[in-house]
């Protein structure tokens, strides 16, 4: 099993910045993807960015150039750099990790931008 505990989260202006930590203990060997995604009231839950174990990155388009996924292997630990924050960003964030074809989800944290 593998935990993920989030933190970071909060309200911000438009145009702010704010960095999301996500931790991950328990069995954490063989962690392949490591990333995050939001679900804002009444969607789906979607991606916002990925990054694999050999540092490999994906973004969602409505983020790129504004967010960064960084991760530091040996503290087990992904962070989403987020800025230039606009309203439609607000939403629930979850950690997300993948180990050996398992999907596993933090509880989320809360991200509300106002205009």
């Known amino acids: 099993q593998v935990q993920l505990v989030e933190s970071g989260g909060g309200l911000v202006q438009a145009g702010g910045s704010l960095r999301l930590s996500c931790a991950a203990s328990g069995s954490i060997f063989n962690i392949d993807t490591m990333g995050w995604y939001r679900q804002a009231p009444g969607t789906q839950r979607e991606l916002v960015a990925s990054?694999?174990?050999?540092?490999?990155?994906t973004y969602a388009n409505s983020v790129r150039a504004r967010f960064t996924i960084s991760r530091d292997n040996a503290k087990n630990t992904v962070y989403l750099q987020m800025n230039s924050l606009k309203p439609e960003d607000t939403a629930v964030y979850y950690c997300h990790a993948v180990r050996l074809a398992v999907d596993y989800w933090g509880q989320g944290t809360q991200v509300t931008v106002s205009s």
């Open positions: 990054i694999g174990r050999n540092g490999w990155r």
